[in-house]
């Protein structure tokens, strides 16, 4: 079972020696840690490893390979690997020959928390993207009006960090659609009068004595300085010009000829994707976004649409780019209504209450989980989120807070129905410390969950992996879940001491050890998160545990507190989490090194979400593109 | 994700569970050009899938003999057309190996690939063109659309094992190396896509009905292809691939809008008295479109077949993809489950779960089943449209318990035009999953390059010997 270890013993390992504070530090512990690779680590390698992970690799894992260039990120995986491992002495295994004394166990695994210094400066991998389904949708509808429904046939997608940035045949069919249902709601019919959209986007009637193809012309870079989010090129003003040529070929009228070329602007990459303004110098590797991609991007990161008017203006003035101003378009963008797009593309998928709408649940134990309570629960988490935001809170408030959002029907399960009722959502201090905090959330708590029970392990991993953001690796194939409750043999025990026989086994405790007690902590709520003094089958709940390291809980109130005191983990999560969203990749190789920098200037501010979010829209990596 | 996710598609369906009748065709028949010889009816390819793998003692028969007049519990739903269906026990899937901790995101995503994704860029899609779009590269071009890809859930499940892409888990066809393809899950769009949209006198028109709007769209798309070929050549090489992407999905729409226009000319020149190319027109009746209204999954997944079917039936495509389920976070409730259908499958023995896979494995066979009956039911030519279809029914792992893929489940359903021997089990075919596909392909006429994926021969015992 050593291989499955890897995730685990890395993420509770310590974060490498010390962040370099400038570019030559940088260089400095970049030598160093090459040095070490070449003096220690080779030799350690070969002496040990390459035996069994060398050109018939074992595991899939090739040592060998990474001589040459440790720092590849190809090989990040098999240092992570290769860290549990030898950390957890699985690696070399016992019967082997050769066994490193633990001098050099620990050299090896102290230069592996510095290969990040082996990384070159890197924006990383950088494509053109194309704008999601919700994007896409907002975008139709800030540039005509149109009901952002209008995309509602096109393929669902997951957002941010697994963003499949690909296009189909059927997605090119839905946009000419789209488009063709667009053109139709701008233009007015034959002999109409023109629409309200129809005359801010094309103008009037043509007024005598003007050039239609020249009136196109101007109509065109209009429209495609808004559509294209960038000003467009006389080349790609030739192209539409010759759509509107060919409306009027085929007997169109100069309404309906710009209408087609209206639709040939909607289904162009330019529209489409985020594209570059112009092209970048022969020879260059890494250069600045311009400042129009960089409006798109931060638009489509805060607001899930198109860059408004005063971002617009400020990337044709070039000046978006300097930081202050940069730093003053994110505070504004944030304090606009529209950011709850943040929430709904990012904040939902981090919390899981993405599938909240469609879970199952067992609706004969749970009759409260209705459609009403599974909306107020996300909007619950949707308030709660844009409040620690809006008030540009600490990122430790997402674990401990004494307020919440509720209506009648949320105040259900919090028991304050008396108080608090109607519809609305409002802002409700809370007094109960065991709530307060996405601990104690009932959204979060009902998705990490089984339909019919809760789930200690669920909860368990879920709060490390998205609240502290460490790696659970999978459970190993052909282990039999937990009993049905009423199989005999185990049916006297209670959830928690059933769920305990997995450290029974060695094969499991390892993992579970660390995950049961964390969820054990929560199960005070109930499937839906209620809170409960006894189970189902009537047992008290026992709510007591201990993390690695010693610290002991009895409540659910006692674990936040444990968790929230781990203020550089929390924050750091959340940043790597939104940094990863943001630039729609996972994170990788120099990341790390960029993260390191953003977490000391985000900690000085005491994790003020604000500050977090600024740090990372003027980052490196997401105002920088690498071009070969 | 989850289970129950037809809520959604219902919000955006509501009020329109009236039945549609099949909307009128030109013509009931195939497009070939008219200077090849009078066509064979074509041979379609339809490819059905179920996660997680089944109950194995209740999937295959108990012996070739046996097979046809006492089929295992699982088949129940095809006996009456088992002389159609062919089971071949020993096919392998692809070995997961390095991405031992990811069985589920890659049972999917190897299904029609047989291959793994590419370890070094794991967190992109780099995989293979999978089987179905390499027989859509080939006849793609002779219907209005090229494939067809359906699905029952969303494509959205949030899991990325071993720090593959989350796409692996949801996708089964890709276009190329780096682009998976979405499939539909709506059936209202479908129908759309198929037949057009109904306007408010309930006329159906189709994207370029009239012939004039087609052929200005196409014209309109030659002129943003040139465009977008400009703006490919100032971009960076990364990025460049993207612009090909996109000029290969607009480039199809052309030839779809091309197809449409074919077809209503020859319905123009058919309505005159003028036969241009010789068909063997469908004598069967069309099928009704009912769009369900409530939250029964087999209703849905049924309409979904008939859709399939009909794509089939009208030459509207020739090539299929339909994943009835996605790996994990999918329940039954329709069955009474309320668990996962994942969770129950490491069921360790335990004889409840084992029920309920074995129970979620014959509702899914009942769906392909009734497909598979509806195709038999249409008469084609001398035959049957499934006569002339090879339709695959399977799973990405044999056992869900242990993720092993030792044996893959398979059916496989049709003659393909007369090159499968069906009405036989054979109990020891020593293959891959590759080499399955590869044989599968060669039976409906798609010519390779190269083997799929980790295909290393023919499964010859499957065909007619020539």
């Given at each position: 079972m050593?291989?499955?270890?890897?995730?685990?013993?890395?993420?509770?390992?310590?974060?490498?020696?010390?962040?370099?504070?400038?570019?030559?530090?940088?260089v400095?512990?970049?030598?160093?840690?090459?040095?070490?690779?070449?003096?220690?680590?080779?030799?350690?390698?070969?002496?040990?490893?390459i035996?069994?992970?060398?050109?018939?690799?074992?595991?899939?894992?090739?040592?060998?390979?990474?001589?040459?260039?440790?720092?590849s990120?190809?090989?990040?995986?098999?240092?992570k690997?290769?860290?549990?491992?030898?950390?957890?002495?699985?690696?070399?295994?016992?019967?082997?020959?050769?066994?490193?004394t633990?001098?050099?166990?620990?050299?090896?695994?102290?230069?592996?928390g510095?290969?990040?210094?082996?990384?070159?400066?890197?924006?990383?991998?950088?494509?053109?993207?194309?704008?999601?389904?919700?994007?896409?949708?907002?975008?139709?509808?800030?540039?005509?009006?149109?009901?952002?429904?209008?995309?509602?046939?096109?393929?669902?997608?997951?957002?941010?960090?697994?963003?499949?940035?690909?296009?189909?045949?059927?997605?090119?069919?839905q946009?000419?659609?789209?488009?063709?249902?667009?053109v139709?709601?701008?233009?007015?019919?034959?002999?109409?009068?023109?629409?309200?959209?129809?005359?801010?986007?094309?103008?009037?009637?043509?007024?005598?004595?003007?050039?239609?193809?020249?009136?196109?012309?101007?109509?065109?870079?209009?429209?495609?300085?808004s559509?294209?989010?960038?000003?467009?090129?006389?080349?790609?003003?030739?192209?539409?010009?010759?759509?509107?040529?060919?409306?009027?070929?085929?007997q169109?009228?100069?309404?309906?000829?710009?209408g087609l070329?209206?639709?040939?602007?909607?289904?162009?990459?330019?529209?489409?994707?985020?594209?570059?303004?112009?092209?970048?110098?022969?020879?260059?590797?890494?250069?600045?976004?311009?400042?129009?991609?960089?409006?798109?991007?931060?638009?489509?990161?805060?607001?899930?649409?198109?860059p408004?008017?005063?971002?617009?203006?400020?990337?044709?003035?070039?000046?978006?780019?300097?930081?202050?101003?940069?730093?003053?378009?994110?505070?504004?963008?944030?304090?606009?209504?529209?950011?709850?797009?943040?929430?709904?593309?990012?904040?939902?998928q981090?919390?899981?209450?993405?599938?909240?709408?469609?879970?199952t649940?067992?609706?004969?134990?749970?009759?409260?989980?209705?459609?009403d309570m599974?909306?107020a629960?996300?909007?619950?988490?949707?308030?709660?989120f844009?409040?620690?935001?809006?008030?540009?809170?600490?990122?430790?408030?997402?674990?401990?807070?004494?307020?919440?959002?509720?209506?009648?029907?949320?105040?259900?399960?919090?028991?304050?129905?008396?108080?608090?009722?109607?519809?609305?959502?409002?802002?409700?201090?809370?007094?109960?410390a065991?709530?307060?905090?996405?601990?104690?959330?009932?959204?979060?708590?009902?998705?990490?969950?089984?339909?019919?029970?809760?789930?200690?392990?669920?909860?368990?991993?879920?709060?490390?992996?998205?609240?502290?953001g460490?790696?659970?690796?999978?459970?190993?194939?052909?282990?039999?879940?937990?009993?049905?409750?009423?199989?005999?043999?185990?049916?006297?025990?209670?959830?928690?001491?059933?769920?305990?026989?997995?450290r029974?086994?060695?094969?499991c405790?390892?993992?579970?050890?660390?995950?049961?007690?964390?969820?054990?902590?929560?199960?005070?709520?109930?499937?839906?998160?209620?809170?409960?003094d006894?189970?189902?089958?009537?047992?008290a709940?026992?709510?007591?545990?201990?993390?690695?390291?010693?610290?002991?809980?009895?409540?659910?109130?006692?674990?936040?507190?444990?968790?929230?005191?781990?203020?550089?983990?929390?924050?750091?999560?959340?940043?790597?989490?939104?940094?990863a969203?943001?630039l729609?990749?996972?994170?990788?190789?120099?990341?790390?090194?960029?993260?390191?920098?953003?977490?000391?200037?985000?900690?000085?501010?005491?994790?003020?979400?604000?500050?977090?979010?600024?740090?990372?829209?003027?980052?490196?990596?997401?105002?920088?593109?690498?071009?070969? | 994700?989850?289970?129950?996710?037809?809520?959604?598609?219902?919000?955006?369906?509501?009020?329109?569970g009236?039945?549609?009748?099949?909307?009128?065709?030109?013509?009931l028949?195939?497009?070939?050009?008219?200077?090849k010889?009078?066509?064979?009816?074509?041979?379609?390819?339809?490819?059905?899938?179920?996660?997680?793998?089944?109950?194995?003692?209740?999937?295959?028969?108990?012996?070739?003999?046996?097979?046809?007049?006492?089929?295992?519990?699982?088949?129940?739903?095809?006996?009456?057309?088992l002389?159609?269906?062919?089971?071949?026990?020993?096919?392998?899937?692809?070995?997961?190996?390095?991405?031992?901790?990811?069985?589920?995101?890659?049972?999917?995503?190897?299904?029609?690939?047989a291959?793994?994704p590419?370890?070094?860029?794991?967190?992109?899609?780099?995989?293979?063109?999978?089987?179905?779009?390499?027989?859509?590269?080939?006849v793609?071009?002779?219907?209005?659309?090229?494939?067809?890809?359906?699905?029952?859930?969303?494509?959205?499940?949030?899991?990325?094992?071993?720090?593959?892409?989350?796409?692996?888990?949801s996708?089964?066809s890709?276009?190329?190396?780096?682009?998976?393809?979405?499939?539909?899950?709506?059936?209202?769009s479908?129908?759309?896509?198929?037949?057009?949209?109904?306007d408010?006198?309930?006329?159906?028109?189709?994207?370029?009905?009239?012939?004039?709007t087609?052929?200005?769209?196409?014209?309109?798309?030659?002129?943003?292809?040139?465009?977008?070929?400009?703006?490919?050549?100032?971009?960076?090489?990364g990025?460049?691939?993207?612009?090909?992407?996109?000029l290969?999905?607009?480039r199809?729409?052309?030839?779809?809008?091309?197809?449409?226009?074919?077809?209503?000319?020859?319905?123009?020149?058919?309505?005159?008295?003028?036969?241009?190319?010789?068909?063997?027109?469908?004598?069967?009746?069309?099928?009704?479109?009912?769009?369900?209204?409530g939250?029964?999954?087999?209703?849905?997944?049924?309409?979904?077949?008939?859709?399939?079917?009909?794509?089939?039936?009208?030459?509207?495509?020739?090539?299929?993809?339909?994943?009835?389920?996605?790996?994990?976070?999918?329940?039954?409730?329709?069955?009474?489950?309320?668990?996962?259908?994942?969770?129950?499958?490491?069921?360790?023995s335990?004889?409840?779960?084992v029920?309920?896979?074995?129970?979620?494995?014959?509702?899914?066979?009942?769906?392909?089943?009734?497909?598979?009956?509806?195709m038999?039911?249409?008469?084609?030519?001398?035959?049957?449209?499934?006569?002339?279809?090879?339709?695959?029914?399977?799973?990405?792992l044999?056992?869900?318990?242990?993720?092993?893929?030792?044996?893959?489940?398979?059916?496989?359903?049709?003659?393909?035009?007369?090159?499968?021997?069906t009405?036989?089990?054979?109990?020891?075919?020593?293959?891959?999953?590759?080499?399955?596909?590869?044989?599968?392909?060669?039976?409906?006429?798609?010519?390779?390059?190269?083997?799929?994926?980790?295909?290393?021969?023919?499964?010859?015992?499957?065909?007619?010997?020539?």
């Open positions: 050593a291989v499955l270890l890897p995730g685990f013993a890395l993420a509770l390992a310590q974060p490498g020696p010390a962040q370099p504070a400038s570019e030559g530090d940088a400095a512990l970049h030598a160093e840690a090459k040095k070490i690779f070449g003096a220690q680590v080779t030799p350690f390698l070969k002496s040990y490893c035996k069994c992970h060398g050109s018939r690799p074992k595991g899939g894992i090739n040592f060998q390979a990474t001589l040459k260039d440790p720092g990120p190809a090989f990040r995986g098999w240092w690997q290769g860290l549990a491992n030898v950390k957890a002495h699985d690696m070399p295994p016992d019967d082997a020959e050769n066994q490193p633990p001098e050099e166990r620990q050299m090896f695994l102290d230069w592996i510095q290969i990040k210094f082996l990384s070159p400066q890197d924006p990383g991998q950088f494509v053109i993207r194309r704008l999601t389904k919700v994007e896409y949708g907002n975008t139709l509808h800030d540039l005509f009006g149109v009901d952002p429904a209008i995309t509602r046939e096109l393929p669902d997608e997951v957002f941010g960090q697994g963003y499949l940035n690909t296009l189909s045949p059927l997605q090119s069919e946009y000419l659609e789209i488009a063709n249902a667009v139709d709601r701008v233009l007015a019919p034959d002999g109409a009068p023109p629409t309200a959209v129809q005359v801010r986007l094309f103008g009037g009637p043509l007024a005598p004595g003007t050039y239609a193809r020249a009136a196109a012309r101007a109509v065109g870079r209009s429209l495609t300085r559509a294209y989010r960038r000003p467009p090129s006389e080349a790609e003003l030739d192209v539409l010009v010759g759509v509107f040529d060919l409306g009027r070929e085929h169109l009228g100069h309404a309906a000829a710009l070329m209206l639709k040939a602007i909607l289904v162009s990459p330019q529209f489409l994707y985020i594209t570059p303004s112009g092209e970048v110098p022969a020879g260059s590797t890494i250069v600045p976004l311009d400042d129009y991609q960089l409006a798109s991007r931060l638009s489509y990161l805060l607001w899930a649409t198109m408004d008017a005063e971002l617009a203006a400020l990337a044709d003035s070039g000046k978006l780019h300097e930081p202050a101003i940069l730093k003053e378009q994110v505070r504004r963008l944030l304090h606009a209504p529209r950011s709850r797009a943040l929430f709904d593309g990012f904040g939902a981090w919390l899981g209450l993405g599938e909240l709408e469609t879970k649940f067992d609706t004969d134990k749970f009759p409260l989980m209705t459609a599974r909306s629960m996300y909007d619950e988490a949707r308030l709660f844009e409040s620690i935001v809006r008030e540009n809170r600490s990122a430790v408030t997402f674990v401990d807070s004494d307020y919440t959002f509720l209506n009648g029907t949320l105040a259900q399960l919090y028991g304050l129905e008396k108080t608090v009722t109607g519809p609305a959502m409002r802002k409700v201090t809370l007094t109960d065991n709530r307060g905090g996405i601990l104690g959330m009932p959204g979060i708590l009902a998705t990490t969950s089984f339909p019919n029970r809760t789930s200690a392990v669920k909860r368990g991993v879920w709060v490390l992996e998205q609240v502290l460490e790696h659970v690796p999978p459970a190993p194939p052909n282990v039999p879940a937990l009993q049905k409750e009423d199989d005999a043999q185990v049916g006297t025990l209670t959830l928690r001491q059933r769920t305990e026989l997995h029974t086994d060695p094969t405790a390892n993992c579970h050890k660390i995950l049961d007690p964390i969820g054990f902590g929560l199960e005070n709520f109930d499937a839906i998160g209620r809170w409960r006894a189970e189902e089958a009537g047992g709940i026992d709510a007591t545990g201990e993390l690695p390291g010693g610290k002991r809980f009895s409540s659910p109130k006692e674990l936040k507190a444990i968790i929230a005191a781990r203020q550089p983990d929390l924050a750091r999560n959340l940043t790597e989490k939104l940094l969203y943001a729609c990749r996972p994170l990788e190789g120099y990341d790390e090194i960029v993260v390191d920098r953003l977490m000391e200037s985000i900690a000085k501010d005491d994790y003020r979400m604000q500050t977090l979010i600024t740090e990372i829209v003027t980052s490196y990596p997401f105002t920088q593109r690498r071009v070969q | 994700m989850s289970s129950n996710h037809l809520i959604n598609r219902r919000t955006c369906l509501k009020g329109i009236v039945a549609l009748a099949l909307p009128f065709f030109e013509s028949g195939w497009a070939e050009p008219a200077k010889k009078a066509a064979k009816p074509p041979v379609r390819l339809g490819f059905m899938y179920m996660p997680h793998g089944v109950i194995m003692e209740q999937f295959w028969p108990a012996s070739p003999e046996s097979f046809l007049t006492s089929p295992p519990p699982a088949l129940e739903s095809l006996r009456t057309v002389g159609e269906c062919l089971l071949m026990k020993g096919i392998s899937g692809v070995p997961i190996s390095p991405f031992n901790g990811a069985p589920h995101a890659l049972e999917l995503s190897t299904w029609l690939t291959r793994l590419d370890a070094d860029r794991r967190s992109q899609i780099a995989i293979a063109i999978s089987a179905d779009q390499i027989a859509a590269n080939y793609g071009h002779l219907t209005s659309l090229p494939s067809l890809e359906l699905a029952t859930m969303p494509q959205t499940h949030k899991e990325n094992q071993e720090g593959l892409n989350e796409g692996y888990y996708h089964c890709y276009r190329s190396a780096s682009q998976a393809v979405p499939a539909e899950t709506n059936p209202r479908v129908l759309n896509r198929l037949f057009g949209r109904t408010q006198a309930g006329q159906r028109s189709r994207p370029g009905q009239s012939t004039q087609g052929a200005l769209d196409r014209k309109m798309l030659d002129l943003v292809i040139g465009g977008a070929k400009d703006l490919r050549r100032t971009l960076p090489q990025d460049q691939h993207k612009l090909d992407e996109y290969d999905s607009v199809s729409v052309e030839r779809r809008i091309a197809a449409i226009e074919f077809r209503q000319k020859e319905a123009a020149l058919e309505k005159a008295g003028v036969s241009v190319t010789k068909r063997y027109a469908s004598d069967s009746p069309a099928i009704e479109i009912k769009i369900p209204l939250d029964k999954r087999s209703d849905y997944m049924q309409v979904m077949c008939d859709l399939n079917v009909l794509a089939f039936q009208t030459d509207t495509t020739r090539v299929s993809t339909y994943i009835g389920s996605t790996p994990n976070g999918v329940s039954y409730p329709e069955l009474g489950f309320k668990d996962t259908h994942h969770s129950q499958t490491h069921h360790a335990d004889a409840e779960k029920r309920k896979v074995a129970a979620i494995t014959a509702f899914n066979i009942e769906q392909f089943a009734y497909m598979i009956k509806k038999q039911s249409i008469r084609e030519g001398e035959g049957t449209l499934l006569d002339n279809s090879i339709m695959m029914w399977g799973s990405g044999e056992d869900g318990n242990k993720h092993a893929r030792e044996n893959l489940p398979f059916i496989v359903a049709g003659r393909g035009g007369g090159t499968i021997n009405g036989r089990f054979l109990t020891d075919v020593r293959g891959n999953q590759g080499d399955l596909l590869t044989t599968l392909l060669g039976c409906a006429g798609v010519p390779l390059d190269r083997p799929i994926g980790i295909a290393t021969k023919q499964i010859t015992e499957m065909t007619h010997r020539v």
